[in-house]
């Protein structure tokens, strides 16, 4: 029953016919998306990535394709050859950007057939094939603002489990959301070419298999077989490279770079996952923040969104003690974290005052309206801040009658003292917590989200973008109780600080924490979409940075001899940044899921389902590597 292609040749995709095309004889091929049987009538929803065309099989004018038609089953490959037809004005297919016509066929081929799928594709193709055409804003025809207007989140109601999708995954990409997103990332990626080659830049390709390059994540390595015992690891970015193309005199330098970090999974990090990476020599922040933000205006373009330039800049200090959060989103207006702390300065109450003696904070937000939130909800959220370290979440409610968490421990009046300075009005509800300032940072922006979001206070088709500046240099771990960079060990302190970076690394250690750094992320919805900074170009101070880090000089020299030679040649002062290319597209779909706009990602635990991979090698492989698997 399977026939051959031969010389036929497609007239035309399966979403591009329209009235105009009446009396039409084409050539359509693609998926058999719906069959539909109704006696002498046969219908067949016919899907190519360019949407889906109704497929009428009369048996009484082509007998021959009427019987084929019935053999076809969903996912079957086939060519419709017939003419255009209009459909009555009141059986249009509204659903259907096609709807107006059909394809009457005189003519069916049947060029593959399909296995019954493992799940069904999507629950509602028809609907769904209509509204992404809009968001992807492909089609010229749709206005600016009508695309704008009716943005479609992902959504996987109905869809099998993601785990079977993506085993399946040449199947689950059929799905027009997934092609449409990839479609758009194709486009974003062609218009940072083109933005990038406008303004000077040369795409640069640098090696994979290198030596480690700190990002603060695992590296992946890759045994040498030439070389017994020794070992290459992929990037997790071409940071060093790219400085060196700056020493090099290449002066302007980006490139799509494919980067790799062997690191806990969340829902917005995948093990290799791609960046717009740039350098340039010579730059002052400013223009470094110029040139992205133009950027992001014209990638934002793409969806037919305005980005208000200059972004917003705030320090790391000021998003930190306003928001709770490096990434702050200023779609949500208001519910800034307010310090309560003065206002309990003589505070017996022993868990607060214990807090405020060594140097802790107590701080809340107000939730507008929230005085009618209810017990569960309150208890929700307290579980909630506690995943962010809190010890314990307080609360105001100032209804009809106020009620709070904290009347038995600080009385009537104290308790109206602190609504009044969180700054809550009659029917608000204030939310606190109290501990180490970063615990209450974490925790306050984390319900902050929260709230926001449950109470559906995040507009929808806003994109609110900000720099956030002044990162501190080094943040400290408590679990090996040493400073690690914030940022990368080659970014540059801030001029003023580089004399306390000395004074610290030469004994006033307490001096770390001050220290702030040339370093930027461009943050737009909460997620942080770039990051970059001014780096070190005099060989002393990154000695110095070493040092801070815990390198002796013969480690440093190990590790990074090559670079620390390379910096003694006539370095240029020189700065970048770079810009996830899933999360800037995970803004712009919008998904929570970046396994939403990659083509073939990998799961949480890091594995590739379809090609069952990592896996095993063959002993051969191990021995020519010169690698034995130990014992568990
Ligand atoms: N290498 C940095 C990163 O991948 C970006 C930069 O500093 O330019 O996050």
Not at 33 to 44: Q, S
Not at 161 to 189: I, M, T
Not at 215 to 229: L, N
Request: aromatic share 8%; with cysteine; net charge negative.
């Amino acid at each position: 029953m399977i026939e051959n292609l031969n010389n036929r040749e497609r007239t035309h995709s399966c979403g591009e016919l329209r009235k105009e095309h009446v009396g039409q004889r084409v050539t359509l091929m693609g998926w058999c998306a719906r069959r539909r049987d109704f006696g002498p009538l046969t219908f067949i929803d016919l899907r190519d990535r360019g949407g889906i065309t109704q497929i009428v099989v009369n048996q009484e004018k082509a007998p021959n394709a009427h019987a084929k038609a019935k053999e076809i089953r969903n996912e079957y490959v086939i060519a419709a050859i017939g003419e255009v037809v209009l459909r009555d004005e009141d059986s249009r297919n509204r659903n259907l950007e096609t709807g107006e016509v059909e394809v009457q066929a005189t003519e069916i081929v049947v060029l593959n057939d399909s296995r019954p799928l493992p799940f069904q594709l999507e629950p509602d193709l028809r609907e769904r094939v209509r509204d992404l055409r809009r968001v992807e804003g492909e089609d010229p025809d749709s206005s600016v603002s009508e695309r704008i207007r009716e943005p479609r989140k992902p959504s996987t109601q109905g869809l099998a489990s993601e785990d079977l999708r993506l085993k399946y995954r040449y199947l689950d990409l059929r799905r027009p959301q997934l092609q449409a997103n990839l479609r758009l990332r194709h486009r974003v990626v062609l218009e940072i070419n083109r933005y990038m080659d406008e303004r000077g830049f040369t795409h640069i390709e640098t090696p994979n298999l290198i030596k480690s390059t700190p990002e603060g994540a695992r590296d992946y390595i890759v045994p040498s077989r030439v070389q017994p015992g020794k070992f290459f690891a992929l990037p997790q970015s071409p940071q060093i490279f790219k400085q060196i193309c700056m020493i090099a005199g290449l002066d302007k330098y980006y490139q799509i770079a494919r980067c790799f970090r062997d690191e806990d999974l969340r829902a917005d990090r995948q093990p290799e996952f791609s960046q717009l990476d740039v350098e340039m020599s010579f730059p002052t922040p400013e223009q470094i923040y110029k040139l992205i933000e133009g950027l992001f205006v014209r990638i934002f373009q793409l969806i037919g969104a305005e980005l208000q330039t200059p972004f917003p800049r705030f320090t790391f200090a000021e998003v930190m003690s306003r928001f709770g959060s490096d990434k702050p989103d200023l779609r949500i207006e208001g519910m800034e974290l307010q310090d309560l702390s003065s206002a309990l300065a003589e505070t017996t109450f022993a868990p607060y005052a214990s807090v405020l003696a060594a140097g802790g904070e107590v701080k809340g937000i107000v939730i507008p309206d929230g005085a009618t939130m209810s017990r569960k909800s309150l208890d929700e959220l307290q579980e909630f801040a506690k995943r962010y370290g809190a010890g314990a979440l307080a609360w105001i409610k100032l209804g009809d009658e106020l009620s709070s968490s904290l009347m038995k421990a600080l009385g009537n009046d104290k308790v109206i003292d602190l609504a009044g300075v969180a700054g809550a009005q009659k029917g608000d509800a204030v939310l606190i917590v109290a501990g180490k300032s970063d615990i209450v940072a974490a925790s306050l922006g984390a319900l902050r989200n929260e709230i926001a979001r449950r109470e559906k206070l995040i507009p929808e088709s806003v994109f609110a973008p900000l720099w956030v500046t002044e990162f501190p240099m080094f943040q400290f771990h408590e679990d090996d109780r040493r400073y690690y960079s914030m940022h990368h060990p080659f970014t540059s302190p801030l001029d003023e600080d580089v004399a306390l970076l000395e004074r610290a690394v030469n004994g006033e250690t307490e001096l770390f924490g001050q220290l702030r750094a040339k370093a930027y992320d461009t943050v737009i919805n909460g997620v942080e979409v770039a990051g970059g900074s001014i780096r070190i170009h005099r060989r002393d101070v990154q000695s110095l940075v070493f040092k801070a880090l815990g390198m002796t000089e013969e480690t440093a020299r190990a590790r990074f001899g090559f670079f620390l030679d390379a910096l003694a040649y006539g370095t240029p002062p020189h700065g970048g940044i770079a810009s996830g290319i899933e999360r800037t597209l995970m803004v712009l779909v919008p998904t929570e899921n970046i396994r939403d706009v990659m083509a073939f990602p990998k799961t949480a635990s890091a594995q590739d389902l379809m090609i069952d991979a990592p896996g095993e090698v063959d002993p051969k492989q191990l021995e020519e590597l010169h690698l034995r698997i130990a014992e568990a």
